[in-house]
C-alpha cells in the first residue's frame, strides 16, 4: 500500500476556515481529509481531501483564522475591547510574549517560503526556531548568558505539532 506524501494540516476546532469566500468550521478529520461545516448554515457539510486541502492553501484559494471562534475571542470582538499588557502581572506578560515570539518567528519564516503547516514543516520549524526563542526570553529575564548544561530551562514548552484528533 502506498502512502500519500501530501501533508496533512491541522485545523483547531475554534478556526475560521475560508475557502472561495465561503467560511467554514472544522468539524471532523480523518486519514483521507477533513468534513468542514459551513459557519453560517451548521447543517451542510463538505468534505475535502487532504490533496484537495494542500492544493487550495498553495493556491492561496484557502486561509485560516486560529482561534476566531473562541469564546474569549468572540467575546473581545463583540465589545470591542483589546487587552491591556500592562493590566497582566510580570509572568503573564512573559508568557503572552513567549507565545508572541513563536507566532511571529515562525509567520515571519512561512513568509519567506521556508515553512509551510503541514506537520513535518512545523515540526522542522519548532526545532529550528526554539533556541532563537529561549535566547529573546532569557535576555527578557536579564539574563547574562546561556545557561550551564544540565540546568532546568526557563520559560514554557514549545508548541506542538503533533496531530490531534481532536475538535
Not at 93 to 111: I, M
Request: hydrophobic content about 35%; overall charge positive; glycine content about 6%.
Amino acid at each position: 500500500m502506498q502512502q500519500s506524501h501530501t501533508p496533512r494540516y491541522k485545523f483547531g476546532r475554534h478556526d475560521l476556515i475560508v475557502i472561495g469566500g465561503i467560511d467554514y468550521r472544522p468539524y471532523s478529520f480523518d486519514r483521507t481529509g477533513h468534513q468542514l461545516r459551513r459557519a453560517d448554515e451548521d447543517d451542510i457539510a463538505e468534505f475535502f481531501t487532504h490533496d484537495r486541502v494542500y492544493e487550495l492553501i498553495r493556491q492561496n484559494k484557502l486561509t485560516v483564522e486560529k482561534g476566531h471562534f473562541l469564546p474569549s475571542t468572540v467575546d473581545m470582538k463583540a465589545e470591542g475591547r483589546m487587552v491591556d499588557l500592562t493590566t497582566m502581572t510580570q509572568q503573564q506578560q512573559l508568557k503572552v510574549l513567549w507565545k508572541e515570539d513563536w507566532c511571529l518567528l515562525f509567520l515571519k519564516e512561512e513568509a519567506e517560503g521556508r515553512t509551510d503547516r503541514s506537520l513535518e514543516q512545523m515540526r522542522a520549524a519548532i526545532l529550528r526556531l526554539v533556541g532563537v526563542i529561549q535566547q529573546r526570553h532569557d535576555e527578557r529575564l536579564g539574563a547574562k548568558k546561556a545557561p550551564r548544561a544540565g540546568r532546568a530551562r526557563t520559560g514554557w514548552r514549545e508548541p506542538t505539532s503533533k496531530p490531534s484528533l481532536r475538535f
